[in-house]
């Protein structure tokens, strides 16, 4: 079983303790959501875990790798989805997935391409557009699709429904736990805490660089999640 273990994570910046001693584990098919406001040290965490940074203090790791020291061995296992998805705008969804899976040294034939498009929700007819004619949320579709074809075990997701509509956020959410099913763990940084309420089999709210409120989805309404993250975030 694949499982992400984050222990003891502390980074600094000029002197300044950006996170302190953050601790939390993920099993596979399950995601940990990481709530917290501006400057809180989220976007930190998901560069740590990208191997991007490295930490001062401690150790992460996913399955057998050491995500510091043997990023680039476990890099084929991550799936990272941004805040804004960038793609070749003037290229197809499908001549898009080509060239991410050159670029990956993945042998994937259209026939696995249109079947991932279509397992995403996107037609065949979309599979022929131009990204230039995508929203935010079909250009997410195209993006999980290569998840599903890179067959990614440890997704990091960053702000993903933010400028999404209500049907938008729902969807991605439906695409989320179908790569739960599929035995992903999931590591997700949201303002949108409906959405984490729905997704997130644990959350943890940062404030200052430190982790508190360690909760299960099972321990509280969406209601008592709003209370606990504004009691965290304003006292």
Same mark, same amino acid.
């Given at each position: 079983?694949?499982?992400?273990?984050?222990?003891?994570?502390?980074?600094?910046?000029?002197?300044?303790?950006?996170?302190?001693?953050?601790?939390?584990?993920?099993?596979?098919?399950?995601?940990?959501?990481?709530?917290?406001?501006?400057?809180?040290?989220?976007?930190?965490?998901?560069?740590?875990?990208?191997?991007?940074?490295?930490?001062?203090?401690?150790?992460?790791?996913?399955?057998?790798?050491?995500?510091?020291?043997?990023?680039?061995?476990?890099?084929?296992?991550?799936?990272?989805?941004?805040?804004?998805?960038?793609?070749?705008?003037?290229?197809?969804?499908?001549?898009?997935?080509?060239?991410?899976?050159?670029?990956?040294?993945?042998?994937?034939?259209?026939?696995?391409?249109?079947?991932?498009?279509?397992?995403?929700?996107?037609?065949?007819?979309?599979?022929?557009?131009?990204?230039?004619?995508?929203?935010?949320?079909?250009?997410?579709?195209?993006?999980?699709?290569?998840?599903?074809?890179?067959?990614?075990?440890?997704? $990091?997701?960053?702000?993903?429904?933010?400028? *999404?509509?209500? /049907?938008? !956020?729902?969807?991605?959410? +439906? =695409?989320? #736990?179908?790569?739960?099913?599929?035995?992903?763990?999931?590591?997700?940084?949201?303002?949108?805490?409906?959405?984490?309420?729905?997704?997130?089999?644990? $959350?943890?709210?940062?404030?200052?660089?430190? *982790?508190?409120? /360690?909760? !299960?989805?099972?321990?509280? +309404? =969406?209601? #008592?999640?709003?209370?606990?993250?504004?009691?965290?975030?304003?006292?």
């Amino acid at each position: 079983m694949k499982k992400l273990i984050v222990n003891q994570i502390s980074k600094s910046f000029e002197n300044k303790n950006v996170l302190t001693n953050v601790t939390f584990s993920v099993d596979s098919g399950e995601l940990f959501c990481l709530l917290g406001g501006n400057g809180a040290g989220k976007s930190t965490m998901i560069k740590l875990l990208l191997g991007f940074q490295t930490p001062d203090k401690g150790n992460m790791r996913f399955d057998k790798w050491d995500l510091s020291s043997e990023s680039e061995l476990v890099r084929k296992e991550i799936f990272y989805l941004p805040e804004q998805v960038n793609f070749y705008p003037e290229l197809s969804a499908i001549e898009n997935l080509n060239y991410l899976s050159c670029l990956s040294n993945l042998n994937i034939d259209q026939k696995s391409i249109r079947q991932a498009l279509e397992e995403v929700g996107l037609s065949s007819i979309d599979h022929n557009l131009h990204l230039t004619d995508f929203s935010k949320g079909m250009r997410q579709k195209v993006a999980l699709a290569f998840a599903k074809l890179k067959k990614s075990r440890l997704l $990091l997701l960053d702000e993903p429904t933010s400028g *999404l509509d209500p /049907s938008s !956020t729902r969807e991605f959410v +439906s =695409l989320i #736990e179908s790569l739960k099913k599929d035995g992903a763990c999931a590591v997700l940084v949201t303002h949108d805490l409906r959405c984490a309420h729905m997704l997130a089999d644990g $959350l943890g709210i940062l404030k200052d660089g430190i *982790l508190h409120n /360690s909760l !299960t989805k099972n321990d509280l +309404s =969406l209601g #008592e999640l709003e209370k606990s993250y504004f009691d965290s975030v304003l006292k």
